[in-house]
């Protein structure tokens, strides 16, 4: 059994107080049924990454149950959707090393490296990504793909009770770019509208927040999410390690109540000791930082004269770390949901790169990139949490996901963050 939540040894996760104890067979935890799992064996978070491993991590949840239906998905793309621009590798490399050569004159202390061409591709599996026009911000790709997602839904945006934007890359710290995107949109005022910034992470963030909203105001039963990244605004043109992964765009989705199979509950994980592996924070020293814009359909170089964030990534150890602790995460939501692995149709894993995409996919079902792992990272590079959204978009509309097809989504970001789930088409 569960004791009543009524002293500080309890904690709070989603919005429900849980103990750090035992748990008895066919326990309910916050509403949802435990079905017979082992109990907690004391220490960690429930929910977290702690040394007793995922069995211990994933107790808490039951993924059968639904709690939204998928209702619509839409995208925005720079250059296709948006004002922008696609870089290929080779204009990429010409801009570095632009980049370079005018550091070596105002900076002769910070050591650049040349950029290969050839690099991104043979290293990251990307080709090319897009990078939205300067004249626009994070706000007019998150409404651009919220209306994409009303279209595809065909709900009025009077049926919108909540809006959950994730965004990393924010035009500023105030007011939120949910907030925005309400009155683009001409949201009525008993919406609640919010961000949350988990980074890669974030899509599936908004739709952990999306369970509980669903449905509570019963006038507007209906949820909006949003993934919006200008990640080209944060990277440091100098960078040989983020910049040429990464690239712009938005992913958008709208949920309802669940009529019938849609999305299980979302698992959603922390990792904070982790948390300096991915990092955007002020570059220190006076030195110029440089950004590659567009404007007008071409790209340039420009020195940054309104913020000095850059991101910063320490892709090795994160790439030792996702594929060490995703894979037997996943198996173990998988297992709690009474689902093989081989009756899982997709996969639709956050696009960090190709090789890690490829090393998770070798790992759980002996397969990388490919029709059960799809990808877009070639083309549009890392757009952060906007990946899984796009994504999901694409193989709906390309017919590869739809009635009697079950997706496990998955995704990890700065934090580190974590989340998963289970779609049914």
Same mark, same amino acid.
């Given at each position: 059994m &569960?004791?009543?939540?009524?002293?500080?040894?309890?904690?709070? $996760?989603?919005?429900?107080?849980?103990?750090?104890?035992?748990? *008895?067979? =066919?326990?309910?935890?916050?509403? $949802?049924?435990?079905?017979?799992? +082992?109990?907690?064996?004391?220490?960690?978070?429930?929910?977290? $990454?702690?040394?007793?491993?995922?069995?211990?991590?994933? =107790?808490?949840?039951?993924? +059968?149950?639904?709690?939204?239906? &998928?209702?619509?998905?839409?995208?925005?793309?720079? *250059?296709e959707d948006v004002a922008g621009y696609l870089l290929d590798n080779i204009e990429l490399a010409a801009l570095m090393n632009e980049v370079r050569e005018r550091l070596a004159i105002e900076a002769p202390d910070q050591v650049v490296l040349p950029s290969d061409p050839e690099f991104p591709e043979r290293r990251l599996g990307v080709k090319s990504r897009r990078i939205l026009d300067s004249s626009l911000n994070v706000k007019d790709l998150a409404v651009a793909a919220a209306r994409s997602a009303f279209e595809d839904s065909g709900v009025a945006a009077k049926s919108i009770g909540a809006v959950f934007v994730n965004t990393t890359t924010p035009y500023g710290l105030a007011p939120s770019t949910a907030s925005a995107v309400h009155d683009a949109l001409g949201l009525e005022e008993d919406v609640v509208a919010y961000d949350q910034s988990l980074g890669c992470n974030g899509s599936l963030g908004c739709m952990y927040a999306a369970e509980g909203a669903v449905g509570r105001n019963p006038n507007r039963p209906n949820v909006l999410t949003v993934s919006s990244e200008f990640m080209t605004s944060a990277l440091d043109a100098s960078d040989?390690? +983020?910049?040429?992964?990464? *690239?712009?765009?938005? *992913?958008?989705?709208?949920?309802?109540?669940?009529?019938? !199979?849609?999305?299980? =509950?979302? $698992?959603?994980?922390?990792?904070?000791?982790?948390?300096? =592996?991915?990092? &955007?924070y002020p570059v220190p020293g006076t030195r110029p930082v440089y950004r590659i814009r567009a404007r007008d359909g /071409?790209?340039?170089? !420009?020195?940054?004269?309104?913020?000095?964030?850059? @991101? /910063?990534? !320490?892709?090795?150890?994160?790439?030792?770390?996702?594929?060490?602790?995703?894979?037997?995460?996943? !198996?173990?939501?998988?297992?709690?949901?009474?689902?093989?692995?081989?009756?899982?149709? &997709?996969?639709?894993?956050?696009?960090?790169?190709?090789? @890690?995409?490829?090393? @998770?996919?070798?790992?759980l079902i002996g397969q990388g990139v490919g029709e059960r792992i799809p990808a877009h990272v070639e083309t549009l590079g890392n757009t952060s949490s906007a990946t899984v959204p796009i994504l999901l978009d694409q193989v709906r509309k390309n017919g590869s996901f739809g009635p009697g097809k079950r997706a496990l989504l998955c995704a990890f970001g700065t934090g580190y963050s974590m989340g998963m789930t289970l779609l049914y088409g």
């Amino acid at each position: 059994m &569960l004791a009543a939540c009524a002293t500080p040894a309890g904690s709070l $996760w989603g919005g429900r107080c849980v103990y750090g104890v035992g748990f *008895g067979r =066919n326990a309910v935890v916050g509403g $949802w049924q435990t079905a017979g799992l +082992t109990g907690w064996r004391g220490g960690g978070i429930v929910g977290g $990454w702690g040394s007793g491993g995922p069995s211990r991590s994933l =107790n808490y949840l039951h993924p +059968t149950q639904m709690k939204a239906r &998928l209702l619509g998905t839409g995208r925005a793309l720079p *250059g296709e959707d948006v004002a922008g621009y696609l870089l290929d590798n080779i204009e990429l490399a010409a801009l570095m090393n632009e980049v370079r050569e005018r550091l070596a004159i105002e900076a002769p202390d910070q050591v650049v490296l040349p950029s290969d061409p050839e690099f991104p591709e043979r290293r990251l599996g990307v080709k090319s990504r897009r990078i939205l026009d300067s004249s626009l911000n994070v706000k007019d790709l998150a409404v651009a793909a919220a209306r994409s997602a009303f279209e595809d839904s065909g709900v009025a945006a009077k049926s919108i009770g909540a809006v959950f934007v994730n965004t990393t890359t924010p035009y500023g710290l105030a007011p939120s770019t949910a907030s925005a995107v309400h009155d683009a949109l001409g949201l009525e005022e008993d919406v609640v509208a919010y961000d949350q910034s988990l980074g890669c992470n974030g899509s599936l963030g908004c739709m952990y927040a999306a369970e509980g909203a669903v449905g509570r105001n019963p006038n507007r039963p209906n949820v909006l999410t949003v993934s919006s990244e200008f990640m080209t605004s944060a990277l440091d043109a100098s960078d040989r390690t +983020t910049m040429p992964v990464c *690239g712009d765009g938005a *992913g958008a989705a709208v949920y309802g109540p669940p009529e019938r !199979e849609g999305l299980s =509950n979302v $698992w959603m994980a922390t990792r904070g000791s982790s948390a300096e =592996n991915i990092t &955007l924070y002020p570059v220190p020293g006076t030195r110029p930082v440089y950004r590659i814009r567009a404007r007008d359909g /071409k790209a340039y170089v !420009e020195a940054d004269t309104i913020h000095r964030y850059a @991101m /910063k990534m !320490e892709g090795r150890e994160v790439f030792k770390d996702m594929v060490r602790l995703l894979p037997p995460r996943i !198996e173990a939501y998988a297992q709690r949901a009474g689902v093989d692995l081989d009756d899982i149709d &997709l996969f639709l894993f956050h696009q960090a790169n190709e090789r @890690m995409i490829d090393a @998770m996919g070798q790992r759980l079902i002996g397969q990388g990139v490919g029709e059960r792992i799809p990808a877009h990272v070639e083309t549009l590079g890392n757009t952060s949490s906007a990946t899984v959204p796009i994504l999901l978009d694409q193989v709906r509309k390309n017919g590869s996901f739809g009635p009697g097809k079950r997706a496990l989504l998955c995704a990890f970001g700065t934090g580190y963050s974590m989340g998963m789930t289970l779609l049914y088409g």
